[in-house]
């Protein structure tokens, strides 16, 4: 997906991780500091979102579970996801792995979003000696990377996947109120890093879109 349409993604900006990137708490955005930088973030919005790219990719495959792995298919060829099992010890209950969330056929969807031009934007300025600008266009991007996988994951439910059909509101959406989670690599629930390699292995993603570095980091910056 190439957006050339940026408007509901720009509308799906959550503001809270951008103050904390500031130093303020979200209720400072509505003090007069935190106003100002809103209304400075509002103007850059405006330039950066004529000049970036925002794309994403989406892949939905029937697959096989084997333990903790999941094995996805597709045109005869075949990516075995491995998930770890939650290691500290339990009292109440059994240790979890995602893999115990699909059945023993079922279906597994995975996406990444990018956005291309920022990286390159904040470097000029922070050269330039302008920080504050330079640190404004990457939170940004942040913010619109993310934005865009709220974006995705909404599509991925209500239409492409079409096992959800709910009507929440963007502040519900950042709530999390909706059916499901999203886990990604790196984070609790999916912990290896290197699952990454097989996403974007997976989706085909170019290398002059998104490259992982030697920490198994995501370049651009703004990707998820």
């Known amino acids: 997906f190439d957006f050339s349409e940026k408007k509901q ?34 103007e850059m919005l405006d330039l950066l979102l004529e000049k970036i790219s925002i794309k994403a990719a989406i892949s939905i495959n029937p697959c096989t ?18 998930f770890i099992r939650q290691q500290n010890n339990k009292t109440s209950s059994k240790n979890l792995c995602l893999s115990d969330f699909v059945h023993e056929k079922d279906w597994l969807g995975c996406f990444v979003v990018w956005v291309s031009g920022i990286d390159e934007r904040s470097d000029m300025l922070t050269k330039a ?23 995705m994951h909404q599509k991925i439910r209500n239409t492409y996947w079409g096992y959800s059909h ?16 999203r886990p990604a690599p790196g984070y609790p629930a999916c912990p290896d890093h290197t699952q990454k390699i097989k996403i974007l292995d997976w989706l085909n993603i ?10 198994l980091a995501m370049l651009p910056k703004p990707a998820v």
């Open 9 to 42: 993604i720009r509308e799906m900006i959550d503001w809270n991780p951008f103050a904390m990137t500031w130093g303020l708490k979200p209720a400072d955005l509505k003090k007069q500091a935190g106003v100002e930088l809103l209304k400075d973030a509002d």
């Open 65 to 82: 579970k084997d333990g903790d792995d999941i094995t996805v298919m597709h045109e005869g060829e075949s990516k075995t996801f491995n």
């Open 129 to 151: 000696g302008d920080d504050y600008r330079s640190i404004m266009i990457q939170s940004l991007g942040d913010r619109l990377a993310e934005a865009t996988a709220e974006y």
């Open 166 to 181: 709910e009507n929440l509101t963007n502040k519900e959406l950042i709530a999390e109120k909706y059916q499901g989670i």
């Open 206 to 215: 170019s290398k002059n879109d998104v490259i992982l570095t030697e920490g």
